[in-house]
Protein backbone atom coordinates (compact mmCIF):
# COMPACT_ATOMS: atom_id res chain seq x y z
CA UNK A 1 0.00 0.00 0.00
CA UNK A 2 1.47 3.78 -0.85
CA UNK A 3 1.91 5.45 2.43
CA UNK A 4 3.74 8.66 1.52
CA UNK A 5 3.97 10.28 -1.92
CA UNK A 6 7.15 13.28 -1.88
CA UNK A 7 7.18 15.86 -5.02
CA UNK A 8 9.62 18.56 -5.25
CA UNK A 9 10.16 20.71 -8.03
CA UNK A 10 7.96 18.21 -10.25
CA UNK A 11 6.03 20.48 -13.36
CA UNK A 12 4.34 23.17 -11.44
CA UNK A 13 4.51 21.76 -8.28
CA UNK A 14 7.18 23.33 -6.25
CA UNK A 15 6.83 20.96 -3.06
CA UNK A 16 4.04 18.61 -1.88
CA UNK A 17 4.07 15.81 0.77
CA UNK A 18 1.24 13.41 0.68
CA UNK A 19 -0.18 11.09 3.17
CA UNK A 20 -2.27 8.17 2.13
CA UNK A 21 -4.12 5.14 3.91
CA UNK A 22 -6.11 2.33 3.14
CA UNK A 23 -9.77 2.95 1.65
CA UNK A 24 -10.42 5.70 -1.04
CA UNK A 25 -8.59 9.05 -1.49
CA UNK A 26 -9.92 11.24 -3.98
CA UNK A 27 -7.79 14.61 -5.36
CA UNK A 28 -10.06 17.04 -6.62
CA UNK A 29 -9.67 20.56 -8.43
CA UNK A 30 -10.09 23.30 -10.56
CA UNK A 31 -9.24 22.63 -14.47
CA UNK A 32 -5.67 23.14 -15.14
CA UNK A 33 -4.42 23.00 -11.65
CA UNK A 34 -2.72 19.97 -11.95
CA UNK A 35 -4.68 17.31 -10.11
CA UNK A 36 -3.14 14.63 -12.54
CA UNK A 37 0.32 15.85 -11.87
CA UNK A 38 0.21 13.64 -9.00
CA UNK A 39 -0.60 10.56 -10.99
CA UNK A 40 2.15 11.42 -13.32
CA UNK A 41 4.77 11.37 -10.65
CA UNK A 42 3.57 8.10 -9.82
CA UNK A 43 3.99 7.06 -13.40
CA UNK A 44 7.43 8.39 -12.87
CA UNK A 45 8.03 6.19 -10.04
CA UNK A 46 6.83 3.38 -12.18
CA UNK A 47 9.39 3.45 -14.54
CA UNK A 48 7.82 5.89 -17.18
CA UNK A 49 10.16 7.90 -19.50
CA UNK A 50 10.80 10.86 -17.96
CA UNK A 51 12.15 14.36 -19.85
CA UNK A 52 13.17 17.72 -19.26
CA UNK A 53 9.49 18.78 -19.09
CA UNK A 54 9.14 16.83 -15.52
CA UNK A 55 11.23 19.54 -14.07
CA UNK A 56 9.94 23.06 -12.70
CA UNK A 57 11.00 25.83 -14.76
CA UNK A 58 14.05 27.45 -12.89
CA UNK A 59 14.92 24.38 -11.02
CA UNK A 60 18.49 22.05 -11.89
CA UNK A 61 16.16 18.61 -10.91
CA UNK A 62 13.10 17.15 -9.48
CA UNK A 63 12.80 15.15 -7.14
CA UNK A 64 9.99 12.26 -6.42
CA UNK A 65 9.92 9.59 -3.60
CA UNK A 66 6.98 6.88 -2.84
CA UNK A 67 6.85 4.84 0.08
CA UNK A 68 4.85 1.85 -0.06
CA UNK A 69 4.04 -0.65 3.06
CA UNK A 70 4.76 -4.40 1.80
CA UNK A 71 3.51 -6.68 4.46
CA UNK A 72 1.02 -8.67 3.25
CA UNK A 73 2.15 -8.36 -0.46
CA UNK A 74 3.94 -11.18 -1.48
CA UNK A 75 4.84 -10.69 -5.06
CA UNK A 76 6.53 -7.27 -4.17
CA UNK A 77 8.86 -8.64 -1.36
CA UNK A 78 9.49 -11.56 -3.41
CA UNK A 79 10.77 -9.67 -6.00
CA UNK A 80 12.76 -7.31 -3.69
CA UNK A 81 14.33 -10.46 -2.01
CA UNK A 82 15.30 -11.67 -5.25
CA UNK A 83 17.30 -8.49 -6.48
CA UNK A 84 18.65 -8.03 -3.07
CA UNK A 85 16.87 -4.98 -2.34
CA UNK A 86 14.71 -5.59 0.57
CA UNK A 87 14.12 -3.81 3.65
CA UNK A 88 12.10 -5.38 5.95
CA UNK A 89 8.33 -4.12 5.58
CA UNK A 90 8.77 -1.06 3.87
CA UNK A 91 9.33 -0.01 0.27
CA UNK A 92 10.79 3.75 -0.61
CA UNK A 93 11.27 4.18 -4.66
CA UNK A 94 13.16 7.43 -5.60
CA UNK A 95 13.73 9.24 -9.06
CA UNK A 96 15.80 12.20 -9.76
CA UNK A 97 14.84 13.92 -13.05
CA UNK A 98 17.47 16.66 -14.53
CA UNK A 99 16.95 19.51 -16.28
CA UNK A 100 18.35 18.17 -19.14
CA UNK A 101 16.21 15.03 -19.46
CA UNK A 102 18.50 12.43 -17.77
CA UNK A 103 17.23 10.80 -15.00
CA UNK A 104 18.45 8.39 -11.77
CA UNK A 105 16.48 5.61 -9.34
CA UNK A 106 17.03 4.32 -6.03
CA UNK A 107 14.66 1.17 -4.92
CA UNK A 108 15.71 1.46 -0.77
CA UNK A 109 18.68 3.84 -0.94
CA UNK A 110 19.95 1.92 -3.50
CA UNK A 111 20.48 2.72 -7.33
CA UNK A 112 18.25 0.44 -9.81
CA UNK A 113 17.42 0.91 -12.92
CA UNK A 114 14.02 1.94 -15.01
CA UNK A 115 13.37 -1.64 -15.83
CA UNK A 116 13.94 -2.58 -12.21
CA UNK A 117 11.03 0.49 -11.62
CA UNK A 118 8.49 -0.99 -13.97
CA UNK A 119 9.19 -4.78 -12.57
CA UNK A 120 8.61 -3.79 -8.98
CA UNK A 121 5.86 -0.60 -9.19
CA UNK A 122 4.04 -3.87 -11.36
CA UNK A 123 3.49 -5.25 -8.47
CA UNK A 124 2.57 -2.41 -6.14
CA UNK A 125 0.12 0.12 -8.21
CA UNK A 126 -2.13 -0.21 -11.03
CA UNK A 127 -2.56 3.25 -13.15
CA UNK A 128 -5.80 3.67 -15.29
CA UNK A 129 -6.09 6.83 -17.13
CA UNK A 130 -8.67 9.05 -18.27
CA UNK A 131 -8.48 7.31 -21.89
CA UNK A 132 -7.28 4.04 -20.91
CA UNK A 133 -11.12 2.83 -22.28
CA UNK A 134 -9.89 3.66 -25.65
CA UNK A 135 -6.89 0.34 -24.76
CA UNK A 136 -10.01 -1.57 -24.80
CA UNK A 137 -10.95 -1.60 -28.30
CA UNK A 138 -7.97 -3.57 -28.93
CA UNK A 139 -8.86 -6.75 -29.69
CA UNK A 140 -5.11 -7.59 -28.50
CA UNK A 141 -5.81 -5.36 -25.21
CA UNK A 142 -9.15 -7.13 -24.80
CA UNK A 143 -7.39 -10.65 -24.54
CA UNK A 144 -4.92 -9.73 -22.28
CA UNK A 145 -7.35 -8.29 -19.99
CA UNK A 146 -9.62 -11.74 -20.15
CA UNK A 147 -6.49 -13.68 -19.25
CA UNK A 148 -5.82 -11.46 -16.46
CA UNK A 149 -9.31 -11.40 -15.22
CA UNK A 150 -9.27 -15.54 -15.52
CA UNK A 151 -5.53 -15.80 -14.01
CA UNK A 152 -4.48 -17.71 -16.84
CA UNK A 153 -0.55 -17.38 -16.88
CA UNK A 154 0.42 -20.90 -16.41
CA UNK A 155 -1.79 -21.83 -18.93
CA UNK A 156 -0.62 -19.56 -21.07
CA UNK A 157 3.09 -20.72 -20.72
CA UNK A 158 2.21 -23.96 -21.25
CA UNK A 159 0.53 -23.11 -24.98
CA UNK A 160 3.62 -20.82 -25.30
CA UNK A 161 6.08 -23.63 -24.65
CA UNK A 162 4.29 -26.26 -26.43
CA UNK A 163 3.98 -23.43 -29.24
CA UNK A 164 8.00 -22.91 -29.33
CA UNK A 165 8.39 -26.85 -29.76
CA UNK A 166 6.30 -27.13 -32.87
CA UNK A 167 7.84 -24.42 -34.42
CA UNK A 168 11.22 -25.60 -34.05
CA UNK A 169 10.58 -28.96 -35.79
CA UNK A 170 8.67 -27.42 -38.34
CA UNK A 171 11.91 -25.42 -38.93
CA UNK A 172 14.24 -27.88 -38.80
CA UNK A 173 11.77 -29.94 -41.25
CA UNK A 174 11.73 -27.03 -43.79
CA UNK A 175 15.34 -26.28 -43.53
CA UNK A 176 15.94 -30.30 -44.71
CA UNK A 177 13.15 -30.00 -47.31
CA UNK A 178 14.75 -26.62 -48.49
CA UNK A 179 17.96 -28.66 -49.45
CA UNK A 180 16.10 -30.91 -52.18
CA UNK A 181 18.42 -33.74 -53.87
CA UNK A 182 21.57 -33.72 -51.65
CA UNK A 183 23.29 -36.89 -53.44
CA UNK A 184 25.41 -34.70 -55.86
CA UNK A 185 26.78 -32.88 -52.66
CA UNK A 186 27.54 -35.69 -50.68
CA UNK A 187 29.90 -37.30 -53.29
CA UNK A 188 31.79 -34.08 -53.53
CA UNK A 189 31.94 -34.10 -49.71
CA UNK A 190 33.00 -37.45 -49.79
CA UNK A 191 35.94 -36.85 -51.90
CA UNK A 192 37.05 -33.97 -50.50
CA UNK A 193 36.80 -35.82 -47.27
CA UNK A 194 39.01 -38.81 -48.67
CA UNK A 195 41.41 -36.19 -49.84
CA UNK A 196 42.32 -34.62 -46.97
CA UNK A 197 42.20 -38.16 -44.42
CA UNK A 198 44.99 -38.99 -47.02
CA UNK A 199 47.60 -36.42 -44.97
CA UNK A 200 48.54 -36.49 -41.47
CA UNK A 201 46.69 -33.15 -40.20
CA UNK A 202 47.47 -33.03 -36.58
CA UNK A 203 49.66 -30.12 -35.17
CA UNK A 204 52.41 -32.24 -33.91
CA UNK A 205 52.54 -33.94 -37.58
CA UNK A 206 52.66 -30.26 -39.34
CA UNK A 207 54.99 -29.11 -36.91
CA UNK A 208 57.70 -32.05 -36.87
CA UNK A 209 57.40 -31.77 -40.94
CA UNK A 210 58.34 -28.47 -40.42
CA UNK A 211 61.76 -28.80 -38.53
CA UNK A 212 62.39 -31.72 -40.54
CA UNK A 213 61.92 -29.62 -43.72
CA UNK A 214 64.20 -26.92 -42.20
CA UNK A 215 66.86 -29.36 -41.12
CA UNK A 216 66.96 -30.80 -44.80
CA UNK A 217 67.45 -27.23 -46.03
CA UNK A 218 70.06 -26.66 -44.46
CA UNK A 219 72.00 -29.99 -43.73
CA UNK A 220 75.39 -28.86 -44.55
CA UNK A 221 75.51 -26.33 -42.65
CA UNK A 222 74.30 -27.80 -39.98
CA UNK A 223 76.93 -30.30 -40.30
CA UNK A 224 79.42 -27.67 -41.03
CA UNK A 225 78.96 -26.15 -37.86
CA UNK A 226 78.71 -28.94 -35.60
CA UNK A 227 82.04 -30.21 -37.45
CA UNK A 228 83.53 -27.30 -36.33
CA UNK A 229 82.23 -27.08 -32.80
CA UNK A 230 83.14 -30.13 -31.96
CA UNK A 231 86.89 -29.90 -33.17
CA UNK A 232 87.32 -26.70 -31.10
CA UNK A 233 85.90 -28.04 -27.70
CA UNK A 234 87.66 -31.02 -27.91
CA UNK A 235 89.96 -31.68 -31.25
CA UNK A 236 93.65 -33.35 -31.02
CA UNK A 237 95.35 -31.27 -33.58
CA UNK A 238 95.18 -27.79 -32.00
CA UNK A 239 94.48 -26.72 -28.49
CA UNK A 240 90.73 -27.40 -27.34
CA UNK A 241 88.80 -25.94 -25.14
CA UNK A 242 88.08 -28.92 -22.17
CA UNK A 243 91.91 -29.56 -22.49
CA UNK A 244 92.83 -25.84 -22.06
CA UNK A 245 89.69 -25.98 -18.88
CA UNK A 246 91.47 -29.14 -17.42
CA UNK A 247 94.80 -27.14 -17.42
CA UNK A 248 93.46 -24.28 -15.88
CA UNK A 249 91.83 -26.51 -13.07
CA UNK A 250 95.77 -27.92 -12.26
CA UNK A 251 96.88 -24.82 -11.87
CA UNK A 252 94.79 -23.62 -9.17
CA UNK A 253 94.61 -26.57 -7.33
CA UNK A 254 98.57 -26.28 -7.01
CA UNK A 255 98.12 -23.22 -5.47
CA UNK A 256 94.65 -23.48 -3.96
CA UNK A 257 96.30 -24.37 -0.62
CA UNK A 258 97.37 -20.45 -0.25
CA UNK A 259 94.01 -18.96 -0.53
CA UNK A 260 90.63 -21.36 0.47
CA UNK A 261 88.41 -19.66 -2.28
CA UNK A 262 90.46 -21.19 -5.36
CA UNK A 263 88.61 -24.08 -3.79
CA UNK A 264 85.24 -22.13 -5.06
CA UNK A 265 86.56 -21.21 -8.24
CA UNK A 266 87.50 -24.86 -9.19
CA UNK A 267 83.75 -25.87 -7.98
CA UNK A 268 82.80 -23.62 -10.02
CA UNK A 269 85.17 -24.99 -13.18
CA UNK A 270 84.57 -28.60 -12.48
CA UNK A 271 80.55 -27.73 -12.79
CA UNK A 272 81.65 -26.15 -16.04
CA UNK A 273 83.39 -29.41 -17.14
CA UNK A 274 80.56 -31.60 -16.86
CA UNK A 275 78.60 -29.36 -18.67
CA UNK A 276 80.97 -29.09 -21.33
CA UNK A 277 80.53 -32.47 -21.35
CA UNK A 278 77.48 -33.25 -21.65
CA UNK A 279 77.58 -30.66 -24.33
CA UNK A 280 80.44 -32.61 -26.66
CA UNK A 281 78.08 -35.64 -26.33
CA UNK A 282 74.81 -33.72 -27.60
CA UNK A 283 76.69 -32.07 -30.46
CA UNK A 284 77.86 -35.41 -31.27
CA UNK A 285 74.46 -37.13 -31.28
CA UNK A 286 73.50 -34.48 -33.46
CA UNK A 287 76.32 -34.46 -35.62
CA UNK A 288 75.51 -38.46 -36.15
CA UNK A 289 71.73 -37.77 -37.22
CA UNK A 290 72.85 -35.75 -39.28
CA UNK A 291 72.86 -36.53 -43.04
CA UNK A 292 72.49 -35.41 -46.72
CA UNK A 293 69.75 -36.99 -48.04
CA UNK A 294 68.06 -35.80 -51.19
CA UNK A 295 65.68 -38.09 -51.68
CA UNK A 296 64.02 -37.33 -47.95
CA UNK A 297 64.38 -33.63 -48.68
CA UNK A 298 61.97 -34.16 -51.93
CA UNK A 299 59.77 -36.34 -50.19
CA UNK A 300 59.13 -33.76 -47.66
CA UNK A 301 58.71 -31.52 -50.33
CA UNK A 302 56.26 -32.96 -52.01
CA UNK A 303 54.71 -33.53 -48.96
CA UNK A 304 54.51 -29.73 -48.36
CA UNK A 305 53.13 -29.13 -52.12
CA UNK A 306 50.36 -31.37 -51.01
CA UNK A 307 49.50 -29.79 -47.64
CA UNK A 308 49.33 -26.33 -49.66
CA UNK A 309 47.22 -27.17 -52.65
CA UNK A 310 44.71 -28.20 -50.05
CA UNK A 311 45.10 -25.38 -48.54
CA UNK A 312 44.35 -23.04 -50.99
CA UNK A 313 42.00 -25.37 -52.77
CA UNK A 314 39.49 -25.28 -49.40
CA UNK A 315 40.67 -21.26 -49.10
CA UNK A 316 42.52 -21.93 -45.38
CA UNK A 317 45.84 -21.99 -44.03
CA UNK A 318 47.59 -24.97 -43.43
CA UNK A 319 46.91 -25.33 -39.72
CA UNK A 320 43.36 -25.12 -40.55
CA UNK A 321 43.12 -28.31 -42.53
CA UNK A 322 42.26 -30.09 -39.82
CA UNK A 323 39.21 -28.47 -38.74
CA UNK A 324 38.51 -28.22 -42.37
CA UNK A 325 38.11 -32.12 -42.97
CA UNK A 326 36.04 -32.31 -39.43
CA UNK A 327 33.85 -29.93 -40.87
CA UNK A 328 33.19 -31.87 -44.11
CA UNK A 329 32.44 -34.57 -41.85
CA UNK A 330 29.85 -33.13 -40.17
CA UNK A 331 27.99 -31.74 -42.83
CA UNK A 332 28.65 -35.33 -44.22
CA UNK A 333 26.86 -36.78 -41.12
CA UNK A 334 24.11 -34.51 -41.07
CA UNK A 335 23.10 -35.00 -45.22
CA UNK A 336 23.51 -38.73 -45.44
CA UNK A 337 21.15 -38.79 -41.94
CA UNK A 338 18.69 -35.88 -43.53
CA UNK A 339 16.44 -38.68 -44.94
CA UNK A 340 16.02 -40.88 -41.92
CA UNK A 341 15.78 -37.55 -39.74
CA UNK A 342 13.04 -36.32 -42.17
CA UNK A 343 10.83 -39.62 -41.81
CA UNK A 344 11.05 -39.24 -37.56
CA UNK A 345 10.89 -35.31 -37.97
CA UNK A 346 7.20 -36.00 -39.03
CA UNK A 347 6.34 -38.27 -36.15
CA UNK A 348 7.94 -35.80 -33.89
CA UNK A 349 5.31 -32.61 -35.61
CA UNK A 350 2.27 -34.85 -35.04
CA UNK A 351 3.38 -35.23 -31.69
CA UNK A 352 4.22 -31.48 -31.16
CA UNK A 353 0.98 -30.20 -32.40
CA UNK A 354 -1.07 -32.69 -30.36
CA UNK A 355 0.96 -31.52 -27.42
CA UNK A 356 -0.06 -27.85 -28.69
CA UNK A 357 -3.77 -28.70 -28.51
CA UNK A 358 -4.08 -30.38 -25.74
CA UNK A 359 -2.49 -27.08 -23.67
CA UNK A 360 -4.48 -24.90 -25.99
CA UNK A 361 -7.81 -26.92 -25.21
CA UNK A 362 -6.91 -26.18 -21.34
CA UNK A 363 -6.38 -22.70 -21.63
CA UNK A 364 -9.43 -22.02 -23.85
CA UNK A 365 -11.65 -23.92 -21.02
CA UNK A 366 -10.23 -21.64 -18.37
CA UNK A 367 -10.85 -18.54 -20.96
CA UNK A 368 -14.46 -19.12 -21.64
CA UNK A 369 -14.90 -19.70 -17.95
CA UNK A 370 -13.52 -16.26 -17.03
CA UNK A 371 -15.71 -14.88 -19.72
CA UNK A 372 -18.70 -16.13 -18.52
CA UNK A 373 -18.15 -14.83 -15.44
CA UNK A 374 -16.55 -11.29 -16.43
CA UNK A 375 -19.76 -10.80 -19.19
CA UNK A 376 -21.93 -11.57 -16.45
CA UNK A 377 -20.11 -9.01 -13.78
CA UNK A 378 -19.98 -6.40 -16.34
CA UNK A 379 -23.32 -6.20 -17.41
CA UNK A 380 -24.76 -6.34 -13.86
CA UNK A 381 -22.50 -3.38 -13.11
CA UNK A 382 -23.82 -2.11 -16.95
CA UNK A 383 -27.34 -1.57 -16.05
CA UNK A 384 -26.28 0.28 -12.55
CA UNK A 385 -24.40 2.91 -14.70
CA UNK A 386 -27.64 3.98 -16.59
CA UNK A 387 -27.73 1.77 -19.06
CA UNK A 388 -30.76 -0.56 -18.04
CA UNK A 389 -30.98 -3.62 -20.26
CA UNK A 390 -27.54 -3.46 -21.80
CA UNK A 391 -26.03 -6.00 -22.64
CA UNK A 392 -21.74 -7.07 -22.41
CA UNK A 393 -20.57 -10.51 -24.07
CA UNK A 394 -17.09 -11.83 -24.79
CA UNK A 395 -17.19 -13.76 -28.37
CA UNK A 396 -14.18 -16.20 -29.27
CA UNK A 397 -12.88 -16.93 -32.97
CA UNK A 398 -11.38 -19.94 -32.93
CA UNK A 399 -7.83 -19.46 -35.15
CA UNK A 400 -6.18 -21.85 -37.41
CA UNK A 401 -5.02 -25.44 -35.39
CA UNK A 402 -2.60 -25.93 -38.05
CA UNK A 403 0.22 -23.26 -37.02
CA UNK A 404 1.53 -23.52 -33.37
CA UNK A 405 -0.11 -20.34 -31.66
CA UNK A 406 1.99 -19.04 -28.90
CA UNK A 407 -1.07 -17.30 -27.66
CA UNK A 408 -3.80 -20.49 -28.19
CA UNK A 409 -6.55 -21.29 -30.48
CA UNK A 410 -8.78 -18.54 -29.92
CA UNK A 411 -9.07 -14.64 -30.06
CA UNK A 412 -11.74 -12.53 -28.15
CA UNK A 413 -14.22 -9.94 -29.22
CA UNK A 414 -15.49 -7.40 -26.44
CA UNK A 415 -19.50 -7.29 -27.54
CA UNK A 416 -21.87 -5.09 -26.14
CA UNK A 417 -25.84 -4.01 -27.01
CA UNK A 418 -26.16 -0.57 -25.54
CA UNK A 419 -30.32 -0.68 -25.19
CA UNK A 420 -32.68 -3.85 -24.93
CA UNK A 421 -33.51 -5.81 -27.78
CA UNK A 422 -30.90 -4.27 -29.78
CA UNK A 423 -27.98 -7.11 -30.83
CA UNK A 424 -24.42 -6.91 -29.72
CA UNK A 425 -22.09 -5.17 -31.45
CA UNK A 426 -18.28 -5.05 -31.01
CA UNK A 427 -17.17 -2.24 -28.49
CA UNK A 428 -15.03 -0.71 -30.86
CA UNK A 429 -18.31 0.21 -33.35
CA UNK A 430 -20.06 2.19 -30.28
CA UNK A 431 -20.26 5.32 -31.28
CA UNK A 432 -21.34 7.21 -28.11
CA UNK A 433 -18.65 8.38 -26.24
CA UNK A 434 -20.54 8.60 -22.93
CA UNK A 435 -21.85 4.81 -23.72
CA UNK A 436 -17.92 3.92 -24.17
CA UNK A 437 -16.72 5.59 -20.88
CA UNK A 438 -19.59 3.74 -19.00
CA UNK A 439 -18.89 0.69 -20.54
CA UNK A 440 -15.52 0.94 -20.05
CA UNK A 441 -15.61 1.41 -16.85
CA UNK A 442 -18.36 -1.24 -16.15
CA UNK A 443 -15.00 -3.92 -17.44
CA UNK A 444 -12.59 -1.87 -15.46
CA UNK A 445 -14.31 -2.60 -11.97
CA UNK A 446 -15.51 -5.79 -12.83
CA UNK A 447 -11.88 -6.95 -13.75
CA UNK A 448 -10.16 -5.50 -10.89
CA UNK A 449 -9.55 -6.05 -7.06
CA UNK A 450 -9.10 -9.26 -7.49
CA UNK A 451 -5.49 -9.86 -8.21
CA UNK A 452 -2.00 -8.87 -5.70
CA UNK A 453 -1.58 -5.59 -6.58
CA UNK A 454 -2.90 -3.24 -3.68
CA UNK A 455 -2.91 -0.14 -4.63
CA UNK A 456 -4.71 1.01 -7.66
CA UNK A 457 -4.85 4.78 -9.52
CA UNK A 458 -7.84 6.14 -11.62
CA UNK A 459 -7.06 9.45 -13.49
CA UNK A 460 -10.76 11.01 -14.22
CA UNK A 461 -11.81 7.74 -15.61
CA UNK A 462 -15.53 9.14 -14.68
CA UNK A 463 -15.04 11.58 -17.40
CA UNK A 464 -18.06 11.89 -19.60
CA UNK A 465 -20.79 10.43 -16.99
CA UNK A 466 -23.08 12.60 -14.07
CA UNK A 467 -25.74 12.39 -12.09
CA UNK A 468 -27.03 9.33 -10.78
CA UNK A 469 -24.33 7.64 -12.90
CA UNK A 470 -21.99 9.58 -11.51
CA UNK A 471 -23.08 8.90 -7.52
CA UNK A 472 -23.41 4.70 -8.60
CA UNK A 473 -19.38 5.07 -9.82
CA UNK A 474 -18.39 7.04 -6.77
CA UNK A 475 -20.12 3.52 -4.78
CA UNK A 476 -18.36 1.44 -7.15
CA UNK A 477 -15.05 2.73 -6.48
CA UNK A 478 -15.74 2.93 -2.50
CA UNK A 479 -16.53 -0.66 -2.72
CA UNK A 480 -13.20 -1.16 -4.63
CA UNK A 481 -11.52 0.47 -1.86
CA UNK A 482 -12.61 -1.84 0.73
CA UNK A 483 -10.41 -4.64 -0.83
CA UNK A 484 -8.00 -2.53 -2.57
CA UNK A 485 -6.26 0.76 -1.78
CA UNK A 486 -8.46 3.26 -4.19
CA UNK A 487 -6.49 6.64 -5.35
CA UNK A 488 -8.85 8.65 -7.54
CA UNK A 489 -8.44 11.97 -9.59
CA UNK A 490 -11.81 13.05 -10.42
CA UNK A 491 -14.04 16.87 -11.30
CA UNK A 492 -17.26 14.80 -10.06
CA UNK A 493 -18.61 15.86 -6.62
CA UNK A 494 -21.13 12.50 -6.38
CA UNK A 495 -17.57 10.85 -6.84
CA UNK A 496 -15.52 12.81 -4.62
CA UNK A 497 -17.97 12.66 -1.37
CA UNK A 498 -17.37 8.51 -1.92
CA UNK A 499 -13.55 9.30 -0.95
CA UNK A 500 -12.29 8.32 2.50
CA UNK A 501 -9.85 10.84 2.37
CA UNK A 502 -9.82 14.12 -0.02
CA UNK A 503 -7.01 16.15 -1.54
CA UNK A 504 -7.55 19.75 -3.26
CA UNK A 505 -4.90 20.96 -6.19
CA UNK A 506 -4.85 24.30 -6.48
CA UNK A 507 -3.10 26.84 -8.10
CA UNK A 508 -1.71 30.38 -8.11
CA UNK A 509 0.94 32.72 -9.82
CA UNK A 510 3.45 34.13 -7.93
CA UNK A 511 6.33 36.56 -9.72
CA UNK A 512 5.10 35.47 -12.90
CA UNK A 513 4.99 31.49 -12.32
CA UNK A 514 1.85 29.53 -11.75
CA UNK A 515 2.83 26.95 -8.89
CA UNK A 516 0.15 24.09 -7.30
CA UNK A 517 -0.21 23.51 -4.11
CA UNK A 518 -1.73 20.10 -2.29
CA UNK A 519 -4.06 20.18 0.65
CA UNK A 520 -5.36 17.70 2.68
CA UNK A 521 -9.02 18.71 3.46
CA UNK A 522 -10.72 18.24 6.88
CA UNK A 523 -14.38 17.79 7.35
CA UNK A 524 -15.63 21.59 7.02
CA UNK A 525 -12.68 22.06 3.70
CA UNK A 526 -14.24 18.97 2.15
CA UNK A 527 -17.44 20.68 2.21
CA UNK A 528 -16.26 23.74 0.89
CA UNK A 529 -14.89 22.13 -1.78
CA UNK A 530 -17.82 20.03 -2.93
CA UNK A 531 -20.09 22.56 -2.88
CA UNK A 532 -17.08 24.69 -5.59
CA UNK A 533 -17.78 21.61 -7.32
CA UNK A 534 -21.10 21.63 -7.50
CA UNK A 535 -21.99 25.33 -7.72
CA UNK A 536 -18.78 26.73 -9.26
CA UNK A 537 -17.12 29.74 -8.43
CA UNK A 538 -19.57 31.14 -6.56
CA UNK A 539 -20.70 29.12 -2.99
CA UNK A 540 -24.37 29.53 -2.54
CA UNK A 541 -26.35 28.40 0.17
CA UNK A 542 -27.90 25.64 -2.19
CA UNK A 543 -24.01 24.60 -3.07
CA UNK A 544 -23.37 23.91 0.08
CA UNK A 545 -26.83 21.98 1.04
CA UNK A 546 -26.39 20.48 -1.78
CA UNK A 547 -22.40 18.93 -0.37
CA UNK A 548 -23.49 18.32 3.05
CA UNK A 549 -26.08 16.09 1.58
CA UNK A 550 -23.82 13.90 -0.77
CA UNK A 551 -20.87 13.88 2.89
CA UNK A 552 -24.29 12.89 4.99
CA UNK A 553 -25.70 9.68 2.52
CA UNK A 554 -22.06 8.12 2.27
CA UNK A 555 -21.77 8.33 6.58
Known amino acids: MLTHLSIKQFAVVASAELEFGPGMTVISGETGAGKSLLVDALGLISGMRADSGAVRHGAERAELVADFRIDGV ?27 GGSRAWINGRPATVGQLAELSGRLVEIHGQHEHQALLSRPS ?14 RQAVAAAA ?62 CESALLQLSGDEQPSLSGSLQRVRGDLQRVSEHEPRLNEVDGMLDAAAIQLDEALSLLDRIRSDLDIDPDAFEAIERRLGRLHELARKHRVAPDQLLAQREAIATELDALQGAGERLKTLDGEI ?8 RAAD ?29 RFEIAFESTPADRPDPQGAERVEFLVAANPGQPARPLRKVASGGELSRISLAIEVAALGLDAVPSMVFDEVDSG ?9 GRKLRALGERR ?18 YRVSKASAEGLTQSAVLRLDAGQREEELARMLGGVELTREARAAARRLLTDVG
Not at 362 to 390: H, Q
Not at 485 to 502: D, I, N, R, S
Open 164 to 225: RAWSALLDEREALSARGDVSDRIQWLEHQHAELERETLEPEALAQLDADHRRQAHASALIDA
Open 350 to 357: GKASEAWR
Open 465 to 473: IGGAVADIV
Open 74 to 100: APAREWLRLNELDEDEACQIRRVIRAD
Open 485 to 502: QVLCVTHLPQVAAQGHAH
Open 362 to 390: VLGNKRREAATTLADDTTALIGELGMGGG
Open 142 to 155: QLALLDAFGRTDDE
